[in-house]
């Protein structure tokens, strides 16, 4: 083994958004901090790549709309020019449903018949989702021991504040969000709105990248966690790349070192407490500190679950994180035409989701298994917005699949996975007749794919489920939710950490406030 001569006073495995936010976290309280991602570029699920022949894809994500405040303005990140997207609700009779923030109509201007009652159950769900919000920047307080055993006054004052701020919400307002806080998305919906293409935007939205559909217990929550930063929609400008860069550029304006290129091969851990790590290539870095950005089990495996006890380890191996979400691109000669939209509204976010109803039975064959032969599919042309990502009068479709299972009866192969591109144009044929005959180039990415690309465990956007057993205090698992990661000195700073998945920065944040706040470094 060869040690390098300089150690740190953390070491950060994985450059995406809550790895790097860490780290920029850390360096702003004066800590010096390395960076270790195994790909050549960083960025994990927010990449830009190059497809060839002058066209730039959003690799995984491709939209912006919960990066929280809080992350962003401590430290001091400077995000890329961005577009704010309406969302479009496509709908088999050409009656588009648009939706600008609050505002609802009919993609051909006319008044929708539910736009109040959409605004005030909005209105509603945000005012929720406000209060949620609120604790994505604050370690979940300990209940392992009952009230009596809470660890610190800190926690005891978090929670007298979220007793107070349920109270200020009104006694009809709180019993409402105790209410619907665990109850499905697609009941609380239907109570209020009609089964069309505006219900079935919100239970796509309550769903995406979840194993669940909008009839499971607990999808209120997640809308609500969607919800929970103002709901915004954006597309920046070269792609999500550009986001993560500016991620690295707030790390490395800190002073930390950011190495590509190289992989973790170990944590190294002496007497329960973390030493620094070995890296592929036998290079040992000290650090006083180490926190994993990657997933639960992951991050136990790469310190040895010898260290950990029988318990733990089972919890670990027994996270729900089966991914059901998968990333088709179509490489286009021309724009699409869908029927009933403008040349304007084609660049919004479009939905297939054309009622909750639909959204449901697409996650049937999930369960077993199987492709939904009807997806849902959340699609952009980001060419449309930002000419750079293409050239020679090309665009690019970018689409978000639902319901595709990680692991498909009869396995991936190459068959299966142009199957799962001519599903996908199947479906989008049907709101833009011609557009097949536009796509010059496709690739799919599937769950599978997408675990091998960025060691996401089963491919899960959010790295686990974000049920009620996998959320707040019990975030990734009872007894594990506070970052500490069993070992001293060794911390769990990604998005199977509360308060979970999206591009928040959230996750590495708080974590880095935990080790500092337990005096690690």
């Not at 011609?434 to 796509?439: F, K």
Request: with cysteine; hydrophobic share 40%.
């Amino acid at each position: 083994m060869n040690t390098t001569s300089k150690p740190y006073d953390a070491i950060v495995i994985g450059a995406g958004h809550n790895g790097l936010a860490a780290a920029a976290t850390l360096a702003a309280k004066g800590k010096s901090v390395c960076v270790i991602e195994r790909d050549t570029a960083i960025g994990g699920m927010s990449k830009t790549v190059d497809m060839g022949d002058g066209v730039k894809v959003p690799q995984i994500a491709h939209l912006l709309y919960n990066l929280n405040p809080v992350v962003a303005r401590e430290i001091g990140l400077t995000l890329p020019k961005s577009v704010n997207l309406p969302t479009v609700s496509l709908s088999a009779d050409g009656k588009h449903v648009v939706m600008d923030g609050k505002d609802v109509s009919f993609a051909d201007g006319s008044a929708h018949p539910e736009a109040e009652t959409y605004r005030a159950l909005v209105a509603r769900l945000q005012k929720f989702a406000t209060l949620l919000g609120r604790m994505s920047v604050k370690p979940p307080p300990s209940l392992a021991g009952g009230l009596a055993e809470i660890a610190t006054l800190r926690e005891l004052a978090g929670l007298a504040k979220l007793g107070i701020d349920l109270k200020r919400m009104g006694k009809k307002d709180m019993r409402e969000f105790l209410r619907i806080l665990l109850s499905n998305a697609s009941d609380v919906l239907l109570d209020e709105l009609q089964d069309a293409p505006l219900a079935g935007a919100l239970s796509a939205d309550a769903v995406r990248g979840a194993y669940a559909g909008p009839r499971s217990p607990g999808t209120v929550f997640s809308l609500m966690y969607r919800l929970g930063n103002g709901g915004a929609v954006q597309l920046p400008m070269g792609g999500m790349g550009a986001v993560a860069d500016a991620f690295a550029t707030a790390a490395r304006g800190k002073g930390c070192d950011i190495r590509t290129g190289t992989g973790v091969a170990r944590v190294l851990v002496k007497e329960d407490r973390t030493q620094g790590v070995e890296l592929d290539d036998g290079t040992v870095i000290r650090a006083k500190a180490v926190l994993s950005s990657l997933g639960g089990f992951q991050t136990m495996q790469m310190a040895g679950v010898a260290h950990f006890d029988t318990e733990a380890v089972r919890r670990m191996r027994n996270l729900r994180n089966k991914g059901t979400t998968a990333k088709v691109h179509l490489v286009l000669s021309g724009v699409p035409t869908f029927t009933g939209l403008s040349a304007k509204q084609a660049a919004a976010r479009l939905l297939v989701a054309p009622s909750s109803t639909y959204v449901e039975r697409a996650f049937n064959p999930a369960k077993y298994g199987e492709m939904s032969k009807d997806p849902v599919i959340e699609a952009v042309l980001p060419s449309l917005s930002d000419p750079s990502l293409c050239t020679n009068g090309q665009h690019v479709l970018s689409a978000v699949v639902s319901y595709v299972p990680y692991a498909l009866d009869g396995g991936w192969d190459d068959a299966a996975r142009k199957h799962l591109i001519k599903l996908t144009i199947e479906t989008l044929e049907r709101y833009a007749p011609g557009i097949s005959g536009l796509v010059t180039r496709a690739d799919a990415l599937t769950p599978a794919d997408i675990e091998a690309q960025t060691g996401a465990p089963g491919g899960h956007w959010h790295h686990a489920e974000m049920g009620f057993d996998q959320i707040l205090t019990v975030r990734p698992a009872n007894g594990m939710a506070h970052y500490r990661f069993g070992i001293g000195g060794y911390y769990l700073c990604g998005a199977s950490a509360h308060p979970g998945g999206d591009v928040m920065g959230a996750a590495g944040r708080n974590a880095a406030l935990q080790l500092l706040q337990d005096g690690g470094v």
